[in-house]
């Protein structure tokens, strides 16, 4: 058992944080109290010291096959399998170290990567977030120039098989590109990949298998198809209409969405250094998609849409480990109050896993996911990209890494 005494807890639903304290037992959340109220009963103590409790946070649009972490970055995308899976596995460890302690996968690059990797983490193997597993990103037979290949026919058939096997084979999510992408060929994020009688079909035999649908979606009509074929989390929607907000609105109880701003922030501001210059082709129209990002997503939080954290990491301008500038970019570019930030990092984020009745608060009965922040991400939530500051990092009750915050025989006096 363990005894988080001194806390400010962000419980993760808004409500204000307050002095506080947690008990944890096994890898449940036991009890959330007012400061003084909770027995200690013989747990080991955690003082808390004053700093900010809050629930572990969630990556809504993770890529950790992605190479390029942070202090290990690397030009290309594909390695060797051998160094892929090494990679990947690490990239778990990074961003669990990060402070996100779940991570939804918008995509792999190996097909049974991730599939693995979730057995390892949540074995206790190895270190690393929640995962939901994705698949490999599908485009169809034809797009983007892809030659013809069976594993990518498209008929509403072969769509329906290439789900069936998919579910077969283990993943939770299944990641599809219903649009095209300035990023791949000019003009690209209008370009409709699939038809709409194939993504009906992709829909009705995920629901029938259980299994999740995520998607790229630029084009307002790809955002429309998705929400009305029932895709779990749609990704990016920069071309989104009114008619698009409508439908995602009449379905917010069961769509999320995420605009993956660190992408395109980092490609506007920071990726020169990698021959991605501004006003160049080689901007991948990235400059255009953050302008109408941030002119669509202050919407989307009015109509009450689920907007979460969760961006593309795994670029080498944009590289693992930085997934919490993300809530910055929320606050300062999208029109998120600080609390709506870390409420969509970790409660809704909660609910995209799946689980939202036992992940990302702090709440009796809920997963023992937690950090210890020093200092207050109500206020400023840049201060979650600061890894000396996240002085506990707790995942499902086990300490993951622990500094600074010291236990009471620690603390006393010699
Ligand atoms: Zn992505």
């Known amino acids: 058992m363990m005894y988080f005494a001194n806390a400010r807890v962000f419980d993760g639903t808004g409500r204000a944080p307050f002095a506080g304290e947690v008990l944890v037992e096994g890898n449940r959340i036991a009890a959330v109290g007012e400061a003084g109220t909770l027995a200690r009963r013989d747990a080991e103590v955690v003082d808390c010291g004053g700093a900010t409790l809050m629930p572990g946070m969630v990556e809504a649009h993770a890529h950790l096959s992605w190479p390029s972490s942070v202090g290990r970055i690397f030009d290309a995308m594909v390695l060797p399998p051998e160094e892929h899976l090494l990679v990947t596995a690490r990239n778990a460890r990074v961003t669990l170290e990060a402070g996100f302690t779940s991570a939804y996968s918008a995509g792999s690059l190996g097909p049974r990567f991730e599939i693995a990797l979730r057995e390892e983490i949540d074995g206790g193997w190895l270190p690393g977030p929640r995962l939901r597993a994705s698949s490999l990103e599908r485009l169809p037979d034809g797009a983007l120039g892809l030659k013809a290949d069976e594993s990518h026919a498209r008929t509403p058939e072969a769509l329906r098989a290439y789900v069936r096997e998919m579910a077969q084979s283990g993943v939770d999510s299944i990641k599809f590109l219903l649009s095209s992408d300035d990023a791949f060929t000019p003009g690209g994020s209008q370009k409709l990949t699939y038809r709409d009688e194939e993504v009906a079909a992709i829909g009705d035999e995920a629901r029938s298998r259980g299994v999740y649908l995520a998607c790229h979606a630029q084009a307002a009509e790809a955002v429309k198809r998705a929400a ?187």
């Not at 990016?236 to 907000?245: G, I, Q, R, V, Y």
């Not at 600061?386 to 915050?405: C, E, N, Q, T, Y």
Request: glycine share 10%.
């Open 228 to 414: 009305r074929h029932g895709f779990r989390i749609v990704y990016h929607c920069s071309h989104a209409d009114e008619e698009a907000l409508d439908l995602l609105e009449a379905k917010k109880d069961e769509i999320f969405v995420a605009p993956a701003i660190g992408l395109i922030y980092t490609r506007v501001h920071e990726a020169e250094k990698w021959g991605i210059k501004p006003g160049t082709q080689k901007d991948m129209g990235a400059p255009a998609q953050l302008e109408r990002m941030q002119k669509l997503y202050p919407k989307m939080r009015k109509r009450g849409i689920r907007v979460l954290p969760g961006g593309d990491y795994g670029f080498p301008y944009n590289p693992i480990g930085t997934n919490a500038r993300d809530l910055q970019w929320f606050v300062e570019l999208l029109g998120y109050t600080p609390v709506e930030a870390l409420v969509a990092a970790t409660k809704l984020g909660g609910e995209l896993m799946g689980r939202g009745d036992k992940l990302g608060q702090i709440k009796a009965g809920y997963l023992a996911d937690l950090l210890v922040v020093d200092g207050d991400p109500t206020r400023d939530v840049r201060i979650l990209q600061d890894s000396s500051r996240l002085a506990l990092i707790m995942k499902d009750g086990k300490v993951h890494k622990r500094a600074r915050v010291l236990t009471e025989p620690e603390r006393a006096p010699a």
